[in-house]
């Protein structure tokens, strides 16, 4: 049965992996741009850009089962 000291923990621990994924995205986005602009090829950092963001989907979905669990937790239900 989960607690909430525990989901807590989880919940900051899933913010922290949100936080730095946006900033790999963002950090990839400019890498990638810098690149087109003197004309490298792209394709495997695009493609990767692709698979960061949906791990990042991943993450927020994961932190929104966590959020549900603190709210059933707060709410008697687990």
């Given at each position: 049965m989960p607690d909430k000291e525990t989901?807590?923990?989880?919940?900051?621990e899933a913010d922290r992996h949100i936080d730095e994924a946006e900033r790999h995205?963002?950090?990839l986005e400019e890498l990638i741009a810098d690149?087109?602009?003197r004309g490298q090829d792209t394709r495997?950092?695009?493609?990767?850009?692709v698979t960061m963001r949906e791990t990042l989907d991943a993450f927020n979905v994961h932190r929104d089962v966590i959020l549900r669990t603190l709210d059933d937790i707060e709410n008697g239900r687990l």
């Open positions: 989901e807590l923990v989880h919940l900051a995205i963002v950090d690149a087109s602009a495997l950092a695009a493609a990767t850009l």
